[in-house]
């Protein structure tokens, strides 16, 4: 593979990435295994969960909906290439801070220069003849008796993730392995109830056949009750599931991730961007991609007159 002069120098550059492992790394390929354990790989892959986002992808950059114009133009094209190379061409200088952050540094006696805003520092004269460790719990004490302090966590990144706990990532993982089942699972031309083993699973059957719920995973002892309410719990598990799946996409295609809620403002398309959506989907053009090394095309279309 042919790498361009302007890849080749964001590969070798040293990059600064909050919301990985660690936070530095010398270079984009020594970034690589932990940007696949990241929240990135996560935004990365519900961009291509998203037809809004391949119709973007297929019209260059061309939307209705500012918002995907934008994340377009940061994220580019996601169904072109696997994860490993869109990483290293795009994902780290995407992410990378853009601007040094604030460092412990040693003052220069000889150059009692301070950085610019001085209110947010705290000037400490150390005596090097202690032990590290006295130094780090006096220097601790310092900090927390300040009454100035306050922590912010500021970014220069392109793109910068919501503020988020840990174990969203997990939701986003279960969610994931749910839409794919259901998705793989799907006819078109059938629609089938609970209880049915052919064509369309069920909430219920693709929740037990994921174990998705424990509690609800049935039982040999198990009486007619007891059944109906691990059945109708599963079914809703399945149902959350799904729709946090569809609203992970539908942020991430507006350079929100990740968010669990609703949209708040829906994307738009015009009626002719619409038909083409529907054509993609019925025929195939479009589909997602649940592996990181899967690609899919996104050359231009004409949606036939009879189809319109």
């Not at 994860?83 to 801070?97: A, M, N």
């Not at 939701?171 to 089938?192: G, H, I, M, P, Q």
């Not at 899967?294 to 231009?300: D, G, I, N, Q, V």
């Amino acid at each position: 593979m042919r790498i361009a002069p302007d890849e080749r120098k964001n590969q070798a550059r040293e990059h600064a990435i909050k919301g990985m492992r660690r936070f530095r790394y010398r270079d984009a390929q020594a970034s690589l295994d932990d940007a696949k354990r990241s929240p990135y790989f996560w935004w990365w892959t519900y961009l291509r969960q998203s037809k809004d986002y391949w119709l973007v992808c297929v019209q260059k950059g061309v939307a209705d909906d500012m918002r995907l114009r934008r994340t377009y133009f940061k994220f580019g094209d996601v169904y072109a290439a696997p994860f490993d190379e869109w990483w290293l061409k795009r994902g780290t200088s995407l992410f990378s801070e853009r601007i040094d952050l604030p460092s412990v540094r040693e003052v220069d006696r000889g150059d009692m220069r301070l950085s610019r805003d001085g209110s947010e520092h705290m000037l400490v004269e150390i005596p090097l003849h202690l032990t590290e460790r006295t130094i780090i719990s006096q220097i601790r004490q310092l900090l927390r008796d300040s009454p100035d302090r306050v922590v912010r966590r500021h970014s220069s990144a392109q793109a910068q993730l919501v503020k988020y706990t840990g174990n969203r990532m997990d939701v986003a993982s279960v969610a994931l392995r749910v839409w794919r089942e259901y998705y793989n699972s799907r006819t078109e031309d059938k629609t089938f109830k609970v209880g049915k083993v052919q064509g369309t699973l069920s909430y219920y059957q693709i929740g037990r056949r994921l174990k998705l719920v424990s509690t609800c995973m049935p039982s040999t002892t198990d009486d007619a009750v007891r059944s109906a309410k691990k059945v109708g719990g599963m079914k809703v598990a399945v149902s959350r599931a799904l729709a946090r799946a569809n609203n992970l996409a539908s942020h991430a295609a507006i350079g929100e991730f990740p968010m669990l809620a609703k949209i708040k403002e829906p994307i738009q398309w015009r009626s002719s961007a619409q038909a083409r959506l529907a054509f993609a989907e019925e025929t195939k053009l479009w589909r997602p991609l649940f592996e990181p090394d899967e690609t899919l095309p996104t050359e231009r279309f004409m949606v036939p007159k009879s189809a319109a």
